[in-house]
Protein backbone atom coordinates (compact mmCIF):
# COMPACT_ATOMS: atom_id res chain seq x y z
CA UNK A 1 0.00 0.00 0.00
CA UNK A 2 2.52 2.59 0.84
CA UNK A 3 4.51 1.84 -2.36
CA UNK A 4 1.25 2.72 -4.37
CA UNK A 5 1.05 5.64 -2.32
CA UNK A 6 4.56 6.73 -3.07
CA UNK A 7 3.95 6.42 -6.89
CA UNK A 8 1.02 8.27 -6.63
CA UNK A 9 3.11 11.41 -5.60
CA UNK A 10 5.77 10.81 -7.39
CA UNK A 11 3.59 11.05 -9.96
CA UNK A 12 1.86 14.25 -9.08
CA UNK A 13 5.19 15.22 -8.72
CA UNK A 14 6.28 14.84 -12.21
CA UNK A 15 3.21 16.68 -13.66
CA UNK A 16 3.67 19.28 -11.32
CA UNK A 17 7.38 19.53 -12.41
CA UNK A 18 6.38 18.92 -16.28
CA UNK A 19 4.08 21.67 -16.02
CA UNK A 20 6.44 23.81 -15.46
CA UNK A 21 8.90 22.87 -17.91
CA UNK A 22 6.17 23.24 -20.40
CA UNK A 23 5.56 26.62 -20.11
CA UNK A 24 1.95 28.03 -21.12
CA UNK A 25 -0.07 24.66 -20.21
CA UNK A 26 -2.13 26.28 -17.94
CA UNK A 27 -3.67 23.53 -16.52
CA UNK A 28 -3.13 24.45 -12.95
CA UNK A 29 -1.48 21.73 -10.04
CA UNK A 30 -4.34 19.39 -10.02
CA UNK A 31 -4.77 18.67 -13.46
CA UNK A 32 -1.14 18.56 -13.92
CA UNK A 33 -0.76 16.05 -11.03
CA UNK A 34 -3.21 13.89 -12.42
CA UNK A 35 -1.54 14.31 -15.97
CA UNK A 36 1.66 13.51 -14.06
CA UNK A 37 0.21 10.69 -12.70
CA UNK A 38 -0.96 8.94 -16.23
CA UNK A 39 2.08 10.31 -17.57
CA UNK A 40 4.09 7.96 -14.99
CA UNK A 41 2.89 5.08 -17.26
CA UNK A 42 3.11 6.93 -20.63
CA UNK A 43 6.78 7.41 -19.29
CA UNK A 44 7.23 4.02 -18.23
CA UNK A 45 5.80 2.23 -21.87
CA UNK A 46 8.22 4.53 -23.80
CA UNK A 47 11.42 3.94 -22.10
CA UNK A 48 10.68 0.51 -22.52
CA UNK A 49 9.57 0.76 -25.84
CA UNK A 50 12.85 2.46 -26.71
CA UNK A 51 15.22 -0.15 -24.72
CA UNK A 52 15.78 1.61 -22.00
CA UNK A 53 15.30 -0.23 -17.86
CA UNK A 54 14.68 1.95 -15.93
CA UNK A 55 15.12 0.36 -12.47
CA UNK A 56 13.71 2.96 -9.60
CA UNK A 57 15.03 6.28 -8.04
CA UNK A 58 15.90 9.52 -10.67
CA UNK A 59 15.40 6.91 -13.63
CA UNK A 60 11.60 6.42 -12.95
CA UNK A 61 11.04 9.87 -11.80
CA UNK A 62 12.66 11.02 -15.20
CA UNK A 63 10.29 8.88 -17.20
CA UNK A 64 7.17 10.06 -14.76
CA UNK A 65 8.11 13.88 -15.92
CA UNK A 66 8.95 12.64 -19.82
CA UNK A 67 5.58 10.73 -19.87
CA UNK A 68 3.60 13.72 -18.18
CA UNK A 69 5.37 15.93 -20.55
CA UNK A 70 4.05 13.92 -23.73
CA UNK A 71 0.69 13.89 -22.46
CA UNK A 72 0.55 17.64 -21.61
CA UNK A 73 1.69 18.52 -24.87
CA UNK A 74 -1.17 15.85 -26.33
CA UNK A 75 -3.58 17.83 -24.16
CA UNK A 76 -2.10 21.20 -25.44
CA UNK A 77 -2.88 19.85 -29.23
CA UNK A 78 -6.29 18.69 -27.75
CA UNK A 79 -7.43 22.13 -26.23
CA UNK A 80 -6.72 24.19 -29.40
Do not use: C, D
Not at 3 to 29: D, E, H, T
Not at 50 to 73: E, P
Amino acid sequence: MINFIIWILLGAFAGWVAGRLMKGSGYGLPVNAVLGILGSFVGGWLFSFIGLNIAGGLGSFIAAVVGAMAIIGVANLLKR
